[in-house]
């Protein structure tokens, strides 16, 4: 199936690692243009020269999304130097630890730069000739309470978010722009939360690994490939969408 990527202009927020680092990739090898950003410059510099190193213009940004006259520069620039925007990821988040400050870090990192920029990349996705899509990286923290989610700022705030995107995709298809939910289960690679788990909770691991149907963790990758298919045209009528990627993880109808 062709997506219809090829010389589309994306915005992924937290992309020098982990989800965010494969759904750059995921778009890049689809032919698309990109704009990342992340906090750190070194790693962030190293993932664009190595999506750059697929032949696509990559535009990359060092940047706190907290940070909403940086996070609103970013999503300009982003349009002056790719020609517009078809596309945007939300993918940056506080994370799930707990921690007497985990609220505010949760509104600064998680639901405030989704709401900014979704307002920011609005004009830019109106225009685009494709049909403007926006994607939100969730967690299936946002659908349970039981472990690893809990009474945590993290599920609370992602569901708040989920909120606001399937509100958005009912308004905003008006103005030519879907907007879609992925929330991936636990996601296991070097240098994440859950390899860390597994090195320093072993139980804890085997008892998340022992609920997932599947029999492992899912790999960055595969959150990649239903971000991009939803952020596609290849997905023109779908709004509003939550696709959970979490080899069965999730115990609900
Ligand atoms: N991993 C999982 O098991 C899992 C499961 C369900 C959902 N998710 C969701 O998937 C998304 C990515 O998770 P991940 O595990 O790949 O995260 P990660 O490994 O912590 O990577 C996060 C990325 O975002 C950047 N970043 C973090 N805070 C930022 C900020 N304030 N401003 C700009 N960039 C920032 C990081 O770079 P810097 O640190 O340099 O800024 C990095 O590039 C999140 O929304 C998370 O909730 C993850």
């Known amino acids: 199936?062709?997506?219809?990527?090829?010389?589309?202009?994306?915005?992924?927020?937290?992309?020098?690692?982990?989800?965010?680092?494969?759904?750059?990739?995921?778009?890049a090898a689809e032919g698309a243009d990109l704009a990342v950003c992340a906090r750190s410059a070194e790693p962030l510099e190293r993932a664009a020269g190595e999506l750059r190193g697929t032949g696509r213009r990559v535009v990359a940004?060092?940047?706190?999304?907290?940070?909403?006259?940086?996070?609103?520069?970013?999503?300009?620039?982003?349009?002056?130097?790719?020609?517009?925007?078809?596309?945007?990821?939300?993918?940056?988040?506080?994370?799930?630890?707990?921690?007497?400050?985990?609220?505010?870090?949760?509104?600064?990192?998680?639901?405030?730069?989704?709401?900014?920029?979704?307002?920011?990349a609005e004009p830019h996705l109106a225009a685009s000739e494709r049909g403007g899509a926006i994607v939100l990286v969730s967690t299936t923290s946002a659908l349970h309470t039981s472990a690893p989610s809990g009474p945590k700022a993290y599920g609370a705030v992602k569901a708040a978010l989920n909120h606001h995107a399937a509100a958005l995709a009912r308004t905003l298809p008006a103005?030519?722009?879907?907007?879609?939910?992925?929330?991936?289960?636990?996601?296991?690679?070097?240098?994440?939360?859950?390899?860390?788990?597994?090195?320093?909770?072993?139980?804890?691991?085997?008892?998340?690994?022992?609920?997932?149907?599947?029999?492992?963790?899912?790999?960055?990758?595969?959150v990649a490939r239903a971000v991009a298919f939803l952020a596609s045209p290849a997905s023109s009528f779908t709004t509003g969408a939550n696709l959970v990627v979490d080899g069965g993880f999730l115990d609900r109808v």
């Open 1 to 27: 199936m062709d997506l219809g990527l090829n010389g589309a202009r994306v915005v992924v927020t937290g992309a020098s690692r982990g989800i965010g680092r494969a759904i750059a990739g995921v778009f």
């Open 61 to 120: 940004e060092a940047l706190d999304v907290a940070d909403a006259d940086a996070l609103r520069a970013f999503v300009d620039r982003a349009a002056a130097e790719l020609g517009g925007i078809d596309a945007v990821v939300s993918n940056v988040s506080a994370g799930s630890a707990a921690g007497p400050d985990m609220w505010e870090r949760g509104l600064a990192t998680d639901v405030l730069p989704f709401v900014r920029v979704c307002e920011y």
């Open 175 to 222: 103005k030519g722009i879907r907007v879609n939910t992925v929330s991936p289960g636990p996601i296991e690679f070097p240098g994440g939360g859950w390899e860390r788990r597994r090195a320093e909770q072993p139980d804890f691991y085997a008892s998340i690994r022992s609920r997932i149907p599947a029999g492992r963790l899912g790999r960055p990758e595969e």
